[in-house]
């Protein structure tokens, strides 16, 4: 785990979108991870932006959506399929076969959930995961005391999110009830995760994800264990984080190593 605190929203989106363009130039097929929401908008218009100057192409890259609400066809205007395509897929060059998203209207759930996770698993696995973080530590649609090996399933929405979209719906009878996401075990198996929080009221969950204990309580505790876990967050984020100088120190100091040696073999010749 890796905590990076930048000065604001911005300079976050633009870390962010540095570690996947870094990614992307190493000549692989691409596979992404991708959260809807307020908080991942400026990495997609920035990913957009290099795509139009002709800095990153997106024929070979591959995009897994991370939930998606129960009952909402994939046109609706407030289903995550909708959101994907209207804030980045038709923005840019990837392939229609290269995108795969959970759906509102499944078949069957379990038979949907289990071939998305086989899925991801054919295609080799996601290499970078982005995240962003609830007031209350969620990832995806992972609420407190979700299981923390948990799979792609559905869930059921908490009662505070319930309320909270119903400004969105023209009736009480749209406003979805139950969701599918990726399961926290799922986000695990990532190669890289990429969690972006920005403002002082997302301070408490950062800080009890950092630095608090590994619960199912703050689900997002677990990215404690990845190796590869970057916590991308902004200074009213980082508020509350009693390690937040050392964290700067760290990070301001890692790509230094190699001069270090260096140094040291010179006086040693």
């Known amino acids: 785990m890796e905590v990076i605190i930048k000065k604001d929203y911005s300079d976050m989106c633009d870390e962010a979108v ?3 363009h870094q990614t992307w130039q190493k000549g692989e097929n691409l596979v992404l991870g991708l959260a809807t929401g307020k908080t991942p908008l400026g990495v997609y218009d920035r990913l957009i932006r290099l795509h139009r100057e002709q800095q990153m192409d997106f024929s070979d890259v591959l995009a897994f ?3 998606e609400y129960l009952g ?3 046109n609706h205007s407030q289903s995550f399929v909708f959101y994907m395509q209207q804030n980045f897929y038709q923005h840019i060059n990837i392939k229609e076969e290269n995108i795969f998203h959970l759906r509102g209207l499944p ?5 949907h959930c289990r071939e998305y996770e086989t899925k991801i698993q054919e295609v080799g696995g996601i290499d970078i995961q982005i995240l962003g973080i609830g007031e209350n530590g969620h990832i995806g649609f992972n609420e407190p005391s979700s ?3 948990s799979r792609t399933r559905v869930k059921t929405l908490t009662q505070e999110t319930i309320a909270a979209n119903a400004h969105f719906f ?3 009878d749209e406003i979805p009830r139950y ?3 990726m399961g926290i075990g799922t986000i695990m198996e990532s190669r890289m995760i990429l969690l972006l929080a920005s403002g002082e009221e997302k301070s408490a969950a950062i800080q009890q994800s950092i630095e608090g204990p590994i619960t199912a309580s703050v689900p997002a505790s677990i990215l404690q264990l990845h190796p590869q876990a970057k916590f991308i ?3 009213e984020a980082a508020s509350k984080l009693a390690r937040k100088s050392y964290y700067k120190w760290v990070y301001e100091h890692k790509d230094k190593v190699d001069d270090f040696l260096a140094k040291k073999r010179k006086r040693t010749d």
């Open 107 to 111: 078949d069957h759930i379990e038979t």
């Open 18 to 20: 540095r570690l996947i």
């Open 233 to 235: 967050i902004d200074e």
């Open 170 to 172: 023209h009736h009480q």
């Open 179 to 181: 969701c599918l996401t």
């Open 65 to 67: 959506s991370l939930d």
């Open 72 to 74: 909402l066809p994939d």
């Open 147 to 149: 299981s923390l090996s």
